[in-house]
């Protein structure tokens, strides 16, 4: 497939033979049933809504589109979630999404051992895909909201999910900047250049599945060619990422935050690791931040 | 004074009674030399140049303004910067700025504890000051660079030359937003907003001088009225931020490689906490962030 440089760009390039089912888990806000709305409309979903059946029939009583909508309705947030896990766990649902919920009780009812989403050895991290008006490609990082510090086993499964989601949007062999501070390794200091290095090293035997990996490298670097060659840097992935891995939270939300208010960065974001993608964005992203995540996660099923 | 919003202002806004005097250490390098020159030219310094000398004489043979320049020469970046180092100790010269050698000697030479420029509790620590288009005035923000985990101590120094700094710029009462992926005190997984919690006590009895403190909280929500409203947070600093607090150099500095390359963000920057003000710019700054660097070192010398 194209390789997909613009968020709205997203819709056009999905492969709507089969459309996949979403489980929306207390849609009570209006920008969550908009983008349910939008979504119906442009024929990319089945909708299942969990919770706030007056308030969904209500909304949604009209769509066009050929996507089918079942309403059912739940007491709380708590018991919505529970359920619309139960669903992706029977395979009614191929997509979580949060409405009006804490993001926390959604995750603790994918997490549940017994009755939650998780395969052993996966694991919950947040993957943004950023359209920055200045890039010309879209560019992924991780984690900006859920991990807080990986481990290295935790990195391990978010190149893979990099790797895996890089190709839903076209990109069959990221370039993926493992972000530090500077270019040098310097395990004293800072240990995690030194699980970079191995990380590269592993990536470079074939790990994590069809991608470049190097680091560490600064953000610069990783996106600006010029910046690297005037470092001297010589990296495939140097200039040209199509991914960053952030060394851990505080990094990656002080990238997000200021590129969205400060870089006019436009953003989808699912997180990874439960055996469906689980939409869950914050209360103060905006109708079309829903809508594109939804569609994010729609690529991430139906795309190759 | 009034204050300074654009770097572009900070030139007519020095109290150039008496100009302060530059120890600029191996100047080898174009930008370096450009930045002495328009300093010279615009008649804010004294220069005293130590290393390259047959350079410097060829490249700052005319200027205008009646600023003095002095050549000395040195044998290695090392012996200049003792040399410099050594001229700060005995009062000839008020900032020091570093050519073409690394940035580790020049801060090695200035921590020696015999011949440097360290006074006890204090501490080296870089602050930048960014001018962001779409920020309604400038915003200060430390450590992307050489202070890599502060301590609680070493942040109240931090919060201490912020201060200084932002009255330098006619900002009598910086707001001061310590900066972390949440608004949350949560001691167990970040023990960093427990430190917060404590210095913005501590701000609030007067310990920093004339300055408002507040955090944890995220870089949107320091910067954003908007998302601080939505966000339902209230705090003198929240949406106006003047300063921000990163809680390592990893957030830090992805937040000022992003801005620069995505935010269209020009910047200014010092080391403060030796006994002169350093300007230690990279190899890969331009000439403009060298001269305003040179200007703002100037601010903290001339201006009240």
Same mark, same amino acid.
């Given at each position: 497939? %194209?390789t997909?440089?613009?968020?709205?760009?997203?819709?056009?390039?999905?492969?709507?033979? #089969?459309?996949?089912?979403?489980? #929306?888990?207390?849609?009570?806000?209006?920008?969550?049933?908009?983008?349910?709305?939008?979504?119906?409309?442009?024929?990319?979903?089945?909708?299942i809504?969990?919770?706030?059946?007056?308030?969904?029939?209500?909304?949604?009583?009209?769509?066009?589109?050929?996507?089918?909508?079942?309403?059912?309705?739940?007491?709380?947030?708590? #018991?919505?979630?529970?359920?619309?896990?139960?669903?992706?766990?029977?395979?009614?649902?191929?997509?979580?999404?949060?409405?009006?919920?804490?993001?926390?009780?959604?995750?603790h009812?994918?997490?549940?051992?017994?009755?939650?989403?998780?395969?052993?050895?996966?694991?919950?991290?947040?993957?943004?895909?950023?359209?920055?008006?200045?890039?010309?490609?879209?560019?992924?990082?991780?984690?900006?909201?859920?991990?807080?510090?990986?481990?290295? %086993?935790?990195?391990?499964?978010?190149?893979?999910?990099i790797?895996?989601?890089?190709?839903?949007?076209?990109? /069959?062999?990221?370039?993926?900047?493992m972000?530090?501070?500077?270019?040098?390794?310097?395990?004293?200091?800072?240990?995690?250049? %030194?699980d970079?290095?191995?990380?590269?090293?592993?990536?470079?035997r074939?790990?994590?599945?069809?991608?470049?990996?190097?680091?560490?490298?600064?953000?610069?670097? #990783?996106?600006?060619?010029?910046a %690297?060659?005037?470092k001297?840097?010589?990296?495939?992935?140097?200039?040209?990422?199509? /991914?960053?891995?952030?060394?851990?939270?505080?990094?990656?939300?002080?990238?997000?935050?200021?590129?969205?208010?400060?870089?006019?960065?436009?953003?989808?974001?699912?997180?990874?690791?439960?055996?469906?993608?689980?939409?869950?964005?914050?209360?103060?992203?905006?109708?079309?931040?829903?809508?594109?995540?939804? /569609?994010?996660?729609?690529?991430?099923?139906?795309?190759p």
């Amino acid at each position: 497939m %194209a390789t997909i440089n613009k968020l709205n760009h997203l819709i056009s390039h999905l492969n709507l033979a #089969a459309k996949p089912t979403v489980a #929306a888990v207390w849609p009570q806000d209006t920008s969550t049933l908009n983008a349910l709305r939008r979504a119906l409309n442009k024929d990319m979903v089945n909708v299942i809504t969990v919770g706030c059946a007056e308030r969904v029939t209500k909304h949604l009583d009209r769509f066009i589109g050929s996507g089918s909508l079942t309403v059912v309705d739940a007491d709380t947030p708590e #018991a919505a979630s529970d359920l619309a896990v139960s669903l992706a766990r029977q395979g009614e649902a191929d997509i979580l999404m949060k409405g009006l919920v804490k993001t926390d009780v959604l995750l603790h009812a994918a997490l549940n051992k017994e009755h939650g989403l998780m395969t052993p050895g996966n694991v919950l991290t947040h993957i943004t895909v950023g359209d920055i008006p200045q890039y010309d490609k879209l560019l992924m990082f991780t984690d900006v909201a859920v991990l807080p510090c990986p481990t290295l %086993a935790q990195r391990e499964a978010q190149l893979r999910y990099i790797t895996r989601l890089a190709r839903s949007i076209g990109v /069959a062999t990221p370039a993926i900047a493992m972000v530090h501070c500077s270019e040098k390794v310097d395990e004293r200091h800072f240990p995690v250049t %030194a699980d970079y290095r191995e990380l590269a090293a592993r990536a470079a035997r074939g790990d994590y599945g069809d991608c470049m990996v190097d680091g560490p490298m600064d953000v610069k670097t #990783a996106c600006d060619a010029h910046a %690297a060659r005037v470092k001297g840097i010589k990296s495939p992935v140097a200039g040209i990422a199509d /991914a960053l891995l952030f060394p851990e939270i505080e990094s990656g939300n002080a990238f997000y935050k200021a590129m969205t208010l400060f870089g006019e960065m436009r953003t989808a974001a699912i997180v990874c690791g439960a055996n469906v993608p689980l939409v869950v964005p914050s209360r103060g992203d905006d109708f079309r931040n829903k809508f594109y995540s939804l /569609a994010l996660a729609c690529a991430l099923i139906v795309n190759p």
